[in-house]
């Protein structure tokens, strides 16, 4: 079986200027996914798993491809607009992976660079319910939600706050369970990739893998990059310990 992972990244930002190869806990925070990526890779060698960068800094390309196991893709002008959708990089990953190798995946894993907390089983995981659900296009990681919009959520709509959904739920026990997108994996079936969705997961049949909470974090601006260092320095140290001794072995 043939994976690809991606993990994609632009030049700059508008919250926080150049978050993608800053440096997170003394090192390039794209290293913590290159690293998540490569254990992942050295763990299932009964796969055949290329890793690439996709960007269109020349910056981030370079931090990516020191390891030699990385490919780099330069992303086109057209893909890396504040505008760009995320689907269509991926896309473009894996067609330029597959012209350069002369072959077609079977999965292709986007890895998010902004969220550094992960395990390697947890990429195994969503690989695993893809294969089993033949069915699904996508399988996305969550966490569980700490909020309900069945039960503690409200919006303002026509001039009043209200519940999202209006329930007479009076425990959050009793409530649906709801889940957070943490952005960390998306695991697409290739041909469903290519073929099916156009500029969303959404646009095809997709199921959740559900991942421990780290608290989400989407990292707009530099309050979020601190509070991310805090929680990493935490969960670091016991629960993605390999992660980042990979990271240092990596750079030593």
Request: some cysteine; charged content about 35%.
């Amino acid at each position: 079986m043939k994976v690809l992972i991606t993990i994609c990244g632009r030049d700059g930002s508008k919250g926080v200027k150049n978050k993608n190869f800053r440096e997170f806990l003394g090192y390039p925070l794209i290293d913590y996914t290159i690293a998540a990526a490569k254990l992942f890779k050295e763990r299932n060698d009964d796969l055949e798993v290329d890793i690439c960068v996709n960007s269109d800094s020349e910056k981030l390309l370079h931090i990516g491809t020191k390891f030699s196991e990385v490919d780099a893709i330069k992303r086109p002008v057209e893909l890396a607009q504040d505008s760009s959708p995320k689907l269509p990089v991926i896309k473009h990953s894996t067609k330029e992976m597959e012209s350069k190798y002369g072959l077609n995946y079977d999965y292709v894993i986007d890895l998010d660079i902004t969220s550094p907390l992960r395990k390697v089983e947890d990429i195994e995981n969503a690989l695993q319910k893809a294969k089993d659900k033949k069915e699904v296009d996508v399988v996305y990681s969550v966490v569980e939600a700490r909020r309900n919009p069945y039960f503690n959520m409200v919006e303002r709509k026509e001039g009043k706050i209200k519940q999202i959904k209006e329930t007479d739920y009076v425990r959050r026990q009793d409530a649906p369970e709801v889940y957070d997108m943490n952005a960390s994996i998306y695991c697409y079936r290739r041909d469903s990739l290519l073929n099916e969705l156009k500029v969303s997961p959404f646009d095809g049949k997709n199921d959740i893998m559900v991942m421990q909470d780290t608290a989400v974090l989407d990292i707009d601006s530099e309050e979020d990059f601190e509070l991310l260092e805090i929680l990493g320095n935490y969960f670091f140290k016991e629960d993605f310990k390999e992660i980042k001794r990979k990271v240092v072995l990596d750079n030593n």
